[in-house]
């Protein structure tokens, strides 16, 4: 298990770009899959990117593609999502999770995933 906090949410007008980081700590986070979920008011949690261990792999649903881009920097501990031409649609409460795996596959489950970081709300105006 490791300890996820993100950070960089708020406010935002539509068009406009938000980073979202996620600093991990407690255990190699270079063994982790990492990636980024997603849960609006009455939806159910939604798997929006993910990274692979390496960095050579990279998975995002269709709704963001072209538009959010999900990084890392295992030197520093943290994945990041650079989310660019927001809509009002985006508002959501963003997850940090992490999965365990030494391999390149990127789970789109939220079951799938060991930790989970407490959540930072983007809200998109129109």
């Known amino acids: 298990q490791v300890q996820l906090v993100e950070s960089g949410g708020g406010l935002v007008q539509a068009g406009g770009s938000r980073r979202l980081s996620c600093a991990a700590s407690?255990?190699?986070?270079?063994?982790?899959?990492m990636s980024w979920f997603r849960q609006a008011p009455g939806e159910e949690r939604e798997f929006v990117a993910g990274?692979?261990?390496?960095?050579?792999?990279?998975s995002y649903t269709d709704s963001v593609k072209g538009r959010f881009t999900i990084s890392r920097d295992n030197a520093k501990n943290t994945v990041y999502l650079q989310m660019n031409s927001l809509k009002p649609e985006d508002t959501a409460v963003y997850y940090c999770?992490?999965?365990?795996?030494?391999?390149?596959?990127?789970?789109?489950?939220?079951?799938?995933?060991?930790?989970w970081g407490q959540g930072t709300q983007v809200t998109v105006s129109s």
């Open positions: 999770a992490a999965r365990r795996s030494l391999s390149h596959t990127i789970r789109v489950v939220a079951e799938m995933y060991d930790s």
């Open positions: 407690g255990r190699t986070f270079s063994d982790y899959t």
């Open positions: 990274i692979s261990w390496s960095g050579g792999r990279t």
